[in-house]
Structures are given as C-alpha cells and as structure tokens.
C-alpha cells in the first residue's frame, strides 16, 4: 500500500487499494491491534484536537485505520460525532495538500506520491468547472455555491463577488478551502456505516473510549461575558505564547480556540484576542471554530478537560481553584460566579500581580 494513500484515505483509488488487498474488517479489527489503536487514536483526536492525530509510520497501518476509524463513528453514532471526525480528516488533508503546493513546481508535479491540485480537482469532477486565470482561479457557480454553502463568513456570499460567464474568482487558498469541504463531504458520506455484531463487540472498548471522549467535549452552557482576567491559568499561559508569534502545536491551538469559542467569543474576536503577531491566521481561527461548533444539533464543543491538557503539556501554573475542578470551562464559570474561598483567592493573587 503506497504512502500516497496513507495520507490521503479518502481517495478513490485508496478505496481500490483496500480492496484489492482483500482486507477481512472482521479479522482485522480482532488481529491487528496496532490499526485498531491508530483508528481510535484518529477519532478521539478529531474530539480533542481537531486532528487525526500523529499518522502511523507504517503505510499501511494507516491507511487501514480510515476505515476502522469510520466503523467506530458509526458505532457511537451521537450528535455530530461524524461531522467533528470528517472535518479533522478534511483539515488534515487540506493541511498536508497545502504544504505539498507551496511552490508552482510542486503544483504542477505529477509524482505519485504526492496529491496535486490537478489531481484533487479531478477527483471530485471539478476539472472543467475550474479555470485558472493570471490572478488565481474562476470556478463555475453551480460548483461555488454547492461547495460554499458551508462556509461561514460574508466573504463567501456570492453577492460579494464578481460573477462573470457564469464563474466566480477564488484565489487558491479559498480553492483549497473548498476543496476540502469536498473532502469533508466525502468522508461525511453514509456515515453511520452498518456495522455486523462480530464487529462491533471486538470494538467495544474502543466504542467505550470515544464515547467518553465525546462526553468529555460536549457542553452545552452559554457564558454572558467574556472576562480574560477570569479565564484558566492554563489558557492565559496559550494566549500569552500564541500573542508572542509561538507556533503552538496542533493541540493546543485548537484547546485555545475551543476555550474562547465556548467564553462566547466570535472567530473575529478570538483573532482580535490573538492580536497581530499571532501565527494563526483569521482563516485558520474560523476553520477551527466550525469544527467545534455544530449548527444543525445547537451543541459547543468544548476544549480539552484538565487531564487531557495535562497529558499534552498544556496544564501549567495551577492554583487553588484548579485543584477543584476538572475542565477549564469549569474553572471560567467558578472564577464568574465567586462561589468559592479559592476562586476569591485566585481572584486576590491576580490583583496584586497588576
């Protein structure tokens, strides 16, 4: 299985590839316990990070972990479990696919073990509905507003662009961001799978783990205010690095993202907290908060919990209201409401540090 179709699953030629294999799922997910783990790890990541995690050296490992991942998906079958899992898998691609084209030799490469911009145009039929132009690309409407639908923001309103012959501009970076709603769409699709009871009991404890992953990141309560002075030590200490121009890793970056989405700030307003040295940019901050944020179920999902922040690193600085909680979310609403000696404390701590 080549490496090509490790990093990008969702290709129809690594469908074939799986096939032509002659993959048992059945023994597989009994058999091969290395898949097994890297297909958890790819879906309780895209709840807790907003990625699919770190790929698996091993070619094959990973590309037969996709499908194992959209079993277990299935199988816990909750909310918008599916959408949060396809838009880590499209982000990831659209990353991957991003730096492979960085340069105009690369985009018109035709290596194979590299996905091109031709190649991905071709794979969703998009071919003669894209020209390229001296300034960027015109898509065809039909294709531009199927594809833009998704996306938030008055900069994808059609009504805001110069539509001619039937095309509208896109530079390509808003090219690629279209193309990986495709991609998104594409894993979405007949997500729930059936899946056969020998199946699903080998991967009960799987099933077990992303549920309470998944539990772990749904929250459904809605703060008034934003109070940065109030937000957890752990993400004070994210936003100063990230203020700073820091590269923060893929983890924390969506932990800071998802904390301020869930404070009730706007992608414009988590960019503006960010400030002008941030590395993130204003599109990798609205990306970020449509993973997180599901429209059609209403349900916010929240940043890591203390455990998980703590295992990547990100839990720093602790005081007497940490030790009282479990999620930062929880920390914010102690510190809002004043409940408590340790809250008042840490409130007093913060005064005579300014």
Known sequence: MRRLHARYPFLETARQAVEEAEVDLADLVVENPTVVERARERVVSALTAGTTGEPHRNPRVELLSYPVARVLVSLVDEGAMASLYARAEAADAAER????????????????????????????????????????????????????????????????????????????????????????????????????????????????????????????????????????????????????????????????????????MSPDEIAEQFGPDAAIDDRTVARQVARIVDEDSGIQYAPPSCATMQAYGDCVNRDDVCATISHPLAYYETRLSGSNGGAEAAEGADADGQ
């Open 97 to 264: 696919l991003r730096a492979e084209i960085e340069d105009d030799t690369r985009l018109r490469s035709t290596a194979d073990d590299r996905v091109t911009l031709d190649r991905l145009l071709r794979e969703f039929d998009l071919t003669d509905a894209t020209t390229e132009t001296a300034d960027g690309y015109r898509l065809d409407v039909s294709a531009y507003l199927e594809l833009a639908a998704e996306r938030d923001g008055d900069e994808w309103r059609l009504v805001g662009r110069p539509v001619a012959d039937g095309t509208v501009p896109v530079d390509r970076d808003e090219l690629l961001t279209l193309l990986e709603q495709a991609v998104e769409e594409r894993v979405a699709a007949r997500l729930p799978l059936p899946v056969p009871d020998p199946i699903a009991d080998a991967l009960a404890d799987e099933v077990e783990a992303v549920r309470a992953a998944l539990d772990d990141h749904q929250f459904a309560h809605s703060f008034d205010t934003v109070v940065p002075e109030r937000f957890p030590p752990c993400m004070r200490a994210l936003l100063d690095r990230i203020r700073g121009g820091e590269e923060v890793p893929a983890h924390s970056s969506f932990a800071a993202i998802g904390f301020l989405s869930a404070a009730g």
